[in-house]
């Protein structure tokens, strides 16, 4: 009797132990409630400013399991609408949520940089919804399928956006085109490259011959190739006793324009491949943070003409600040390529305002505080790069309504070419279909980029647009479908997802 019940125990116990962890990981899963501000998945926004791609309408947006399932026009409402599931946002501007197609999160490896978490709290604050991180400054590069491995799993559970992930096409994988498959077939978004060092020991730059091999294998698979484009020339000599290295002329000088239409014209002997019937048609180049207005931006418009599958992004930054203003010392403003003087700033909205330049991305790249050398003011050995993940929405249309742009203009450069470039067809437009992405924002709401405002970047203090006073205030951010962000506050749980291409 007593060995019968034991038997019995030893066959039951596999079962209790498979009960058991079939209810922790269910249990862990996090609910739709901590995933959304909101208690339901069934809701409709309404406002009288919804920017769709047929124009802004007044009405509503009917949101179902994470998508966008109807748009109501305002007076078609009756019956139609449960008005205990409605909220109601006023004159506030419902817009597709940003894709901000250029962001270094830095995660894994030097998350004391940035990091998953806290760039993606700071992009739903900022209305950002998907986000392509950058295959370098985080440790190991994204080079491999190994190491998107590693990003993949970094990502799980801690971003509060969708992201996605650009791989890196570096000399040690051009000509490895099985190498550059397993990488790709492992859901890399594109390839990211550079022409000049990257500043970065485990980036190395490429050449137009890796660029061209890489362009090969991508028309393949229909996807981008992004490129930093610079090619050291040789500049003037820098004069201790006159220049400066705190001076932000004396840096300026060491990066001039001719390193951008240098990288540009040798780019354009390998774009042509990617014409109509060219050997690498269905690839595409991406020309990421133009600043140079000037014979740059001749090239790439006669690139265009004549047919080279090729797009354009500028920052914010290019937009906003020229070198003639940043303070001695001040190397929040350090960037490659560098910010110019203000009458390339001008040319530079031109060519936006004209659609010579197709879109915007943040081109997020910060680093410790230490690394600034604010102590020195050394623009000549401070680390380069820009701090504005959660600002690029109220600068685009602070700067820009000076310039007359409008909603719609937004919508194109921050939500619909960036989905476009990172082939997300269900992301940036308010469609019916789409991924219920949204941004609701108020653009004559001013505010002060103070202490006292939320910030969540890792490192407020490096970026260069604390102090500023801003118009445009997000008021919530929704990623498919959940309220990730509202009222300076996000939901408990990070459940972006991690975007890989099929
Ligand atoms: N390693 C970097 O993050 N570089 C970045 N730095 C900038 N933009 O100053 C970039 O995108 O080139
Ligand atoms: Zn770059
Ligand atoms: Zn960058």
Redesign the pocket.
């Known amino acids: 009797m007593e060995l019968k019940k034991w038997k019995l125990l030893t066959l039951l116990l596999p079962l209790v132990a498979y009960l058991l962890l079939f209810a922790i990981k269910n249990f862990s899963k996090p609910s739709v409630r901590s995933c959304s501000l909101l208690p339901h998945d069934h809701y409709w926004i309404a406002s009288k400013r919804i920017v769709t791609p047929q124009g802004i309408i007044s009405g509503a947006v009917e949101v179902n399991g994470g998508l966008i399932k109807s748009l109501i026009k305002e007076g078609d409402w009756q019956g139609r609408v449960h008005t205990e599931q409605v909220i109601d946002y006023g004159e506030a501007v419902i817009m597709p949520g940003l894709v901000d197609v ?1 962001a ?1 999160l830095d995660d894994p490896g030097r998350t004391e940089w940035e990091g998953f978490p806290s760039g993606t709290r700071a992009a739903a604050a900022g209305g950002i919804t998907t986000l392509i991180d ?1 295959p ?2 985080s440790f190991p590069s994204t080079v491999s399928e190994e190491t998107l491995k590693l990003k993949i799993e970094a990502a799980e559970g801690n971003i509060f956006v969708d992201v996605g992930f650009w791989g890196g096409l570096v000399p040690e994988n051009a000509f490895n085109a099985s190498a550059l498959e397993g990488l790709l077939n492992a859901g890399v978004l594109g390839l990211k490259s ?1 022409m000049c060092p ?3 020991n485990d ?1 190395p730059m490429t050449n137009s011959t890796h660029i061209k091999e890489g362009l090969s294998v991508l028309a393949k698979y229909r996807r981008p190739l992004l490129v ?1 484009a ?1 090619i050291e020339q040789e500049s003037e000599e820098l004069k201790n006793e006159v220049d400066d290295p705190r001076s932000y002329s004396t840096y300026l000088k060491t990066r001039p324009a001719s390193w951008e239409q240098a990288a540009i014209r040798e780019l354009l002997t390998v774009t042509k491949d990617t014409r109509a019937g060219g050997p690498s048609e269905g690839a595409h180049l991406h020309i ?2 133009l600043s140079d207005s000037g014979d740059s931006l001749d090239l790439i418009k006669e690139a265009k003409r004549s047919g080279d599958s090729l797009t354009v992004e500028t ?1 914010p930054h290019y937009l906003a600040f020229s070198s003639e203003e940043i303070p001695d010392g001040d190397t929040r403003f ?4 560098p910010i110019r003087g203000a009458a390339n700033k001008e040319k530079l909205w031109e060519a936006l305002m004209d659609g010579y330049i197709d879109m915007l991305s943040s ?1 997020h ?1 910060p680093s410790v505080p230490e690394l600034k050398l604010f102590d020195r003011g050394d623009f000549l050995r401070a ?4 701090s504005s993940l959660q600002f690029v929405l109220p600068v685009t249309w602070s700067i820009g309504r000076k310039h007359g742009i409008t909603l719609e203009q937004i919508a194109l450069w921050w939500s619909a070419k960036p989905s476009k470039l990172a082939g997300q067809d269900l992301k940036g437009a308010i469609a019916i279909g789409n991924h219920a992405d949204i941004v609701v924002w108020q653009p004559e709401m001013e505010f002060e980029l103070n202490d006292d405002h939320p910030i969540y970047l890792k490192h407020p203090s490096i970026s260069a647009y604390m102090g500023s006073k801003l118009f445009g205030k997000v008021l919530g951010t929704f990623v498919r479908g959940n309220l990730v962000f509202a009222e300076g506050k996000h939901a408990p749980a990070a459940c972006g997802s991690p975007i890989l291409a099929r």
């Open positions: 250029h270094h950058m370098l400054n550079f990257s500043g970065i980036f930093h610079e990421v943070h920052c350090k960037c490659s390529p081109d790249s680390w380069g790069g820009i």
